[in-house]
């Protein structure tokens, strides 16, 4: 993958390698999530006995998400890190790795399917697919995750861990059956999702949707002639009444997609 990096932000980041991990806070302790949608399960976890800092907001595109100064000082100065792993923070997760190494409790939300037999999804090019969350059975397993961190890191508040972790459980349980009753419901040849770029699998796996995206894994990969010819004449045959734009992928490929399939 081709990924960029501030240079800057880059030095700072190696920088904090180095020195031994800081201390706990004395008050409640500083979390880093890299996502919103890992700070989400933190949230739900921690509830107040934590101060949850998520560095990429709703809309941004992690795969091309070029770090700040500011992110950098706020992973260096956290209790605790969170973030996806599988390659979905790009050249983030080496130094994310590299801290850890040096004894900061940095975790991936993604390590109860790593070394799983099956489970981790790939691609033609052997590429790990980082998009678990698609699947909200996987994501109860990522709410594993930070529940166990939290009360193996701060026990005296492991009774409101756990019960904040069983609350969000079952709400996402409640997703999870609604998910598959409501799908179910769209006849099969038209359980189908056009989209810019292949992010979906685990939910097509998961609900049964036929999933097609314009672009790889990583929207750093480029959407050839072909692969717009091959889908306009997917969207003709089988009659796909809409596709979907995503809010971090630029448009410009599915509004080819329409003009073709239109023509």
């Not at 678990?132 to 861990?161: H, Q, S």
Request: with cysteine; aromatic share 8%.
């Amino acid at each position: 993958m081709r990924l960029t990096f501030l240079f800057p932000a880059a030095a700072l980041f190696l920088s904090a390698c180095g020195g031994d991990p800081p201390e706990p806070s004395t008050g409640v302790p500083r979390v880093v999530a890299t996502t919103g949608m890992i700070a989400d399960i933190v949230r739900e976890v921690a509830g107040p006995l934590a101060e949850v800092t998520a560095l990429m907001g709703e809309g941004v595109d992690p795969h091309l998400y070029k770090p700040s100064a500011a992110d950098v000082k706020a992973i260096s100065g956290a209790d605790l890190v969170f973030y996806n792993g599988l390659m979905l923070e790009g050249k983030m997760v080496a130094l994310l790795e590299k801290l850890a190494a040096s004894g900061r409790e940095i975790r991936a939300v993604t390590e109860p399917f790593v070394g799983a037999e099956g489970y981790v999804m790939i691609d033609d090019e052997r590429n790990d697919d980082p998009h678990v969350w698609m699947d909200v059975k996987a994501w109860i397993a990522a709410l594993g995750v930070v529940e166990r961190i939290f009360v193996e890191r701060y026990p005296d508040n492991a009774e409101t861990y756990r019960a904040n972790a069983a609350a969000y459980r079952e709400t996402l349980e409640t997703l999870d059956d609604y998910a598959r009753r409501s799908l179910a419901t769209i006849p099969k040849e038209q359980r189908v999702l056009v989209t810019a770029h292949d992010a979906f699998q685990y939910m097509s796996r998961a609900y049964g949707i036929e999933v097609r995206g314009i672009q790889g894994l990583s929207t750093e990969s480029e959407a050839g002639v072909r692969d717009i010819e091959n889908l306009v004449n997917f969207l003709v045959e089988r009659r796909i009444p809409a596709v979907f734009v995503e809010s971090s992928v630029s448009d410009k490929s599915v509004l080819a997609l329409v003009e073709g399939a239109a023509a």
